[in-house]
Each structure stands twice: as C-alpha cells, then as structure tokens.
C-alpha cells in the first residue's frame, strides 16, 4: 500500500514524529512518501491508499499550512483511511482538564475546516529548553511545573510515548489493508 505521510512542525518535533511513523509504516511493508506541509512539492492526496498528517498545537492552534491542506484536500481525505497525530504538550499533563483540552482539538480542525480524521492519536511533544531563549525557557519551565511536567532545564525532555505511536500506527496499517482487501477487484 502506499502511504502518504505529511506534516507541519514549528520546533521540530513533529517532524520526528512523522518521520518515526513514515519508518514504522515502510517497516510493516508500505511505499510511505512523507512530505512537509510548508513546502509545495508533495504528491496529491487522492493517489494514494492511506494518509497520516502530523500537527503541533502551539498557543492554541494548529499552523496554518495545515489549516489549508484540510481546507483543500478534505474530500481528498476523507476518501481513503486517514489519520491524524495531534501534538502537545498539553496531553502529558497531570491536570484531566489540560487533557481534555488537548483531545479537543481535532474537533476544533473539524469545525473550522470540514475535515474529520477517522483515527487520532494525541502524542505528547518535546520541551527543547536548550533551544529557548531565556525568557521561552523560564516560561515554559513554569508552566512545565504547573502541570507537573520536567523543570530540569539543562537538557531536552522529550514526553512523547513511542510505544503507543507504534501501536497506533499498526491499527491504521490494519486499515489500510482492510480497506483495500475489501475492495472489488477490477475485472
């Protein structure tokens, strides 16, 4: 099956994230092309027999490349498997109410673009206190600590649970197959 892999990253973890996902899935057999939403270039949704897009949640939004692709390319979408990993920090939080807050945001895509992912996975980022500047780090340190999240500020965290991506992964390579099993053979 062919995959298409895209994403959007501001700091650059969800980039690792889809390049991870793109590994996994040509691991369990799959032709993956994995493309950057920012750069023109990338191959045409409707080509292919499966789609995952991968996104950060930074100040409360996703960027706005993948605003316009979903825009675009929703019928595209929605008529093969599809997948979304939404990232944030906010769903390694201690705090139930910054969970929810972080699994409300594919909805939130969903009103604003029309596009509805049939499978989501909310992957914890990664806190690059080594890449902030001072005020970045000291501030989100503080937020870190709120959440009960690691302070340390010496060193990168990164909170993103590998295992579970992978399993994540395995259920929508599944459908991919399935879905195109499933399928009339041309005659």
């Not at 009103?111 to 500047?133: M, N, S």
């Not at 970045?136 to 302070?151: D, H, Q, T, Y």
């Not at 060193?155 to 929508?172: Q, S």
Request: proline share 6%; with cysteine.
């Amino acid at each position: 099956m062919a995959i298409l892999v895209l994403y959007a990253t501001v700091e650059g973890h969800s980039r690792k994230i889809a390049e991870h996902v793109s590994a996994d899935l040509e691991s369990r057999g799959h032709m993956v092309v994995l493309g950057d939403l920012r750069e023109p270039g990338f191959a045409v949704p409707g080509r292919f027999d499966g789609i995952v897009l991968c996104a950060p949640i930074h100040i409360g939004r996703y960027p706005d490349p993948v605003i316009h692709f979903v825009t675009d390319w929703k019928d595209a979408l929605n008529s093969v498997p599809n997948a979304f990993v939404s990232v944030s920090l906010a769903i390694a939080s201690d705090s139930e109410e910054e969970r929810e807050h972080a699994r409300a945001y594919p909805f939130g895509l969903e009103k604003k673009t029309g596009y509805r992912p049939q499978f989501v996975h909310h992957a914890a980022g990664a806190l690059k206190y080594l890449e902030y500047d001072f005020f970045k780090r000291m501030m989100l340190r503080n937020i870190s600590a709120k959440e009960g999240g690691p302070v340390d500020t010496s060193r990168d965290h990164e909170l993103t649970d590998w295992d579970a991506l992978d399993r994540f992964v395995g259920d929508f390579s599944d459908l991919v197959v399935r879905t195109e099993d499933a399928e009339p053979s041309p005659i």
